[in-house]
């Protein structure tokens, strides 16, 4: 029996490679727009998508055989999971393929903060010399407040944990993974946190979750950075708290409008304490091979070939 796959969002080539060589497997890779999504699903088994792709109600509900969606990555808020329940699609994720790729740059993001690293560049290119304004904070002995402890919550704390930070966490699972780091209420985070970092879905309980009353809670000066997910945080109450000093900075590589060109997020960018990335979390050779890798056995093992 062959089994039609489409990958609609590119994979690595080893991982496309390896779905390829399933002799049971007819495998193809393009990125399809969402009208042409809704009629070429009708044709494929299985479904692999990454971030770029919003697998919809009416996608799914347009397939007469999938039997697999599979995300090659952390979330699965692209994917309308709730349809694919009704219409018995199995949907699949590789949540601890990409951990260490984004709890990297997290850890990059806090330091570009702390220290001004983006806007020394960009000053020293322009031909500036600001060495007077960048005085920036060491992460040494601060106290870095984690919301979200999964696979990557733990892979933030064991990397600041060599900064000889002070680990508090806050999740709904208390598994601290075997790390010295101490579980707390959301607000005792909040109060208490010299940095805070989000790694959770974006969900309707997380969905503005740092808004401007929980940035009243926070110490002045708190560093806020989101790798997680564009949304857990209210961008305007940020913008307020930015411009009035309750937050030092802050470091993004997500939005809630992505790409982030609308004026509110034109208005946050435009702010020296404000570093960004666009969306580049999972993106590492390394990160990008094991999360292709991971997903294309788990779709081949669902469809039994």
Known sequence: ???????????????????????????????????????????????????????????????????????????LDNIDVAAAKEKGIAVLNTPGASAISVAELTIGLMLAAARHIARGTCGLKQGKWEKKLLEGHELYGKTLGIIGFGNIGKEVARRALA????????DVVKDDGGLPVKFVELDELLRESDYITLHVPLIDATRHMLNAEAFSKMKDGVVIVNAARGGVIDEAALYDALVSGKVYAAALDVFEVEPPQDELRKKLLSLDNVVATPHIGASTAE???????????????????
Not at 164 to 170: Q, R, T
Not at 287 to 305: C, F, H, P, S
């Open 287 to 305: 990160g990008q091979l094991r999360v292709g890798m991971e997903i294309v056995k788990k779709v081949m093992e669902a469809l039994g070939v």
């Open 163 to 170: 900064f000889d930070m002070k680990i508090l966490a806050y």
């Open 1 to 75: 029996m062959s089994y039609r796959v489409h990958v609609n969002d590119k994979l690595s080539s080893e991982a496309f490679e390896l779905l390829k060589s399933n002799p049971s497997i007819e495998a193809t890779m393009e990125h399809y727009d969402a009208e042409v999504l809704k009629e070429k699903i009708k044709e494929f088994d299985a479904l692999i998508v990454r971030s770029a792709t919003k697998v919809t109600r009416d996608i799914i509900e347009s397939a007469e055989k999938l039997k697999v969606i599979g995300r090659a990555g952390i979330g």
